[in-house]
């Protein structure tokens, strides 16, 4: 029989933290001896730990005491290539174009569903231990990364890519994952239409993925004005920038998920105001800082236009990690040289990007992204006690520009502990590893002459 008390039970506790939270202006703020109530996958309560306080004595399934430690929303990639791990380090020291034509596309073209299997899973391994809870994730065999998700217990938005030099066959692929999957494991995947970029994907398609994005309610996420010099190829091309091309495709009217926007100039900022979809822009600065691309994501501009600007990495093939905290402090830090203006972008405004803006970026604005009653528990927890973290003056200073992902203790998702004490409980990093090294020989064969698109932008 169970007793009333299994009955009321919680299904998790978490005490004593401090618990990062937002205000009613959505700034950030910080709740010091703090209690977190989950139950269902939400959390209930966020309180302090006060004696007068009930939660505390609430039974529980499982509690965790987090005293010194910092509980934040669970962070969110926005834009990344996950079994793209598989070639971490493959392709370094190029130019974007040999670093597409030569090595990338030439290695895709012998991509088999189990490679894509393992280099998810080692991603989503590196995710969780860094604090990660949910990615947006752009690439192929989809339905092998769902299942993958699945398993693991994260979150996800996934597209299954798609080049207009596929055919109609390519669209029609993406529409059919993303409606397939929509609302999988148990609702933590959401889905996405998948068009790669306005040079490889032609105008009558982007309007076809336009049409069918107001049709079925989904999000559309695509590469756009990546660099300046797309930008200006664009330009000399076609009369119009690739922010114009999406206007003109109708995409700037349904919800939509800009992938860089480096090459995002002054013409572009009236049109991306009369946007009546809710778009948003993912920035991975480490790629741009190894690309020499001369322009950065221009996040004020875009805040001043009320875009939200996600934290991102990219794949780990142009990155070298899937490491979120440093797109974090990179943000911030080359926002500050941008904009020559050491007040911009401050370590509060760099945890609202990794936070909450980040959340809507990929659509989930009102289901994650901050510690508040009704939301999904995608919970982190973060030690800071460690000699490169202290003494700790400026809380959020110390989270942004000292703290690293193995800072990261605890990584919980829709109230399910993935990871505790930094031990990965729902994936098997050696046998991963051991697995995907067998493939290597294969998977990087390049003789066959072979590659699945050529860039030219």
Not at 18 to 43: K, M, N, S, W, Y
Not at 126 to 150: L, P
Not at 237 to 263: F, S, Y
Not at 354 to 360: D, G, K, P
Request: aromatic share 4%; with cysteine; charged share 25%.
């Amino acid at each position: 029989m169970t007793s009333p008390d299994a009955k009321n039970a919680a299904d998790l506790i978490i005490t004593g933290c401090t618990a990062l939270v937002h205000d009613d202006h959505e700034q950030v703020d910080f709740v010091e001896d703090a209690t977190i109530v989950v139950r269902d996958g939400l959390i209930e309560t966020v309180t302090t730990d006060d004696p007068d306080d009930t939660p505390a004595d609430t039974p529980a399934t499982e509690r965790i005491d987090a005293h010194g430690q910092i509980a934040m929303p669970g962070l969110v990639n926005c834009h990344t290539h996950a079994p793209m791990v598989a070639l971490r380090g493959i392709a370094e020291d190029l130019p974007l174009e040999e670093w597409f034509n030569d090595v990338i596309w030439p290695i895709e073209s012998n991509l088999t569903d189990k490679d894509v299997e393992l280099g998810a899973r080692l991603a989503c391994a590196e995710m969780i231990r860094g604090g990660v809870t949910c990615f947006a994730d752009h690439y192929f065999s989809m339905d092998t990364v769902a299942a993958v998700v699945a398993d693991c217990g994260m979150r996800a938005n996934l597209g299954e890519a798609y080049f207009s030099s596929q055919g109609a066959e390519g669209r029609e692929r993406s529409l059919d994952f993303a409606l397939r999957q929509r609302g999988a494991a148990d609702g933590r995947i959401t889905t996405s239409l998948a068009p790669h970029a306005p040079y490889t994907v032609d105008d009558a398609d982007l309007a076809a993925t336009a049409q069918l994005a107001r049709e079925h309610g989904l999000l559309v996420h695509i590469h756009a004005s990546e660099n300046r010099d797309q930008t200006d190829t664009s330009l000399a091309r076609h009369g119009r920038t690739p922010i114009e091309i999406l206007q003109g495709a109708g995409l700037l009217d349904v919800d939509l998920l800009i992938a860089h926007g480096t090459g995002i100039v002054e013409r572009d900022l009236p049109v991306l105001a009369g946007a009546t979809g809710r778009v948003a822009v993912a920035g991975a600065p480490r790629g741009y800082l190894k690309f020499a691309w001369p322009t950065t994501t221009p996040v004020r501009a875009l805040r001043g236009l009320g875009i939200p600007v996600g934290l991102a990495t990219d794949g780990a093939a142009s990155n070298g990690s899937l490491d979120v905290w440093d797109a974090m402090a990179l943000t911030a830090l080359v926002q500050k040289f941008t904009e020559r203006d050491a007040r911009w972008l401050t370590s509060r405004q760099a945890l609202h990007h990794a936070t909450l803006q980040s959340a809507r970026a990929v659509g989930l604005g009102e289901q994650i992204g901050s510690l508040a009653p009704g939301r999904k528990a995608d919970i982190i927890l973060v030690d800071l006690t460690g000699p490169h973290t202290q003494p700790v003056h400026d809380l959020p200073a110390t989270l942004v520009h000292s703290a690293r992902s193995s800072d990261v203790r605890t990584t919980i998702v829709d109230g399910r502990v993935l990871m505790r004490d930094r031990e990965l409980l729902t994936l098997d990093v050696p046998g991963i590893v051991g697995e995907l090294g067998e493939r290597m020989p294969s998977l990087l064969d390049r003789s066959h002459g072979r590659k699945i698109q050529e860039y030219d932008a």
